[in-house]
């Protein structure tokens, strides 16, 4: 039976999200498919996602930060308030399914261990009643033997009960491992399948430090053409992200966007930008939810309700 493979997840996600990049003719950069967001500030706009592991005098620096703002900023010039609201819920639902993702492989990878110890244990116990069985099949042997003209017939009665007795409580042994056995292999297919649904569905992430530059391209819409909704636009951006972007690059994003967004807020609410900001996302991803229902367990744990009631005082 095979176990968990971590590989399966990248081998998965490289075969599900070949539409968002494409190799440069050079072949020294990868760049997206044009993603489309209608009411774009500028006709186009390309961002490279340059690596962040760079040599700096023979040492390894990580420019994490600077990589991501340089994103970042380019994305707040060129997003309305609206498309910045939408952009940032969605990479917060899709943080959200990475983690849930985490956690729940991570259950399964503690119950496959439990699993395996069983199985050893299993295996050990089976060999121990091999080798029982045998020595009692020895014993009956050297019995028939010695009841040929044998003349302690009381002492032998003996001997033939007490491997009676033992034969049943090896028997009973038997059939006991029988059904933990039986009950273990039916728990590991279980396992597998669970395993295997979790991975159907799992979102990129471990993203490895980028060795090679990434440009994101991003379009306006036609004018008069068909208008797509802001929701699947900042939908499709967080998904083409998964793969340059790795977990701690979507939360400095995540942060630079919110930060942006506080900045905008009216004047009249410049006293509580938090209060005011949590509303918009919580808005916006009402709205992402109704067209993306699958993104239903991954919602903000506070609702409109319980920020209207005051009763989010913490983040989204």
């Known amino acids: 039976m095979a176990g968990y493979d971590s590989s399966m997840v990248f081998n998965l996600q490289q075969d599900r999200r070949p ?49 991501v703002e340089h994103m970042a900023n380019q994305l707040i010039r060129s997003f309305t308030l609206p498309q910045l609201v939408m952009a940032t819920v969605a990479l917060q639902i899709h943080m959200r399914r990475t983690r849930s993702f985490i956690e729940k492989k991570r259950e399964l990878q503690e119950r496959w261990t439990l699993l395996a110890r069983k199985m050893r244990r299993l295996r050990a116990e089976d060999g121990h009643l091999t080798y029982a069985e045998r020595d009692l099949d020895e014993k009956k042997r050297e019995l028939v033997e010695a009841s040929h003209g044998a003349r302690q017939a009381l002492a032998l009665k003996e001997r033939e009960e007490l491997l009676q007795t033992e034969e049943r409580e090896i028997r009973e042994r038997r059939q006991r491992w029988k059904q933990e056995e039986s009950e273990t292999k039916a728990a590991w297919s279980e396992l597998e399948k669970e395993d295997e649904d979790l991975m159907r569905d799992a979102p990129f992430h471990g993203q490895e430090d980028l060795r090679r530059p990434y440009i994101l391209t991003i379009v306006s819409g036609a004018q008069g053409g068909r208008r797509r909704t802001l929701s699947s636009a900042m939908n499709t951006l967080v998904e083409a992200l998964q793969k340059p972007l790795s977990r701690t690059d979507q939360a400095l994003l995540e942060i630079a966007l919110r930060r942006c967004v506080r900045d905008q807020a009216p004047f009249a609410e410049r006293n509580s930008p938090e209060s005011w900001e949590r509303e918009q996302l919580l808005k916006a991803e009402t709205e992402f939810l109704e067209e993306f229902p699958w993104a239903t367990p991954y919602r903000s744990p506070l609702t409109m309700d319980e920020h209207r009631a005051g009763r989010g005082g913490g983040g989204l």
Request: charged share 30%; proline share 6%.
């Open 19 to 67: 539409r968002f990049w494409d190799w440069s003719a050079s072949g020294s950069r990868l760049i997206s498919r044009p993603i489309v967001v209608d009411g774009l500030a500028k006709p186009y706009l390309k961002i490279e996602i340059a690596p962040r592991i760079r040599q700096l005098d023979g040492r390894l620096v990580d420019e994490s930060f600077e990589a």
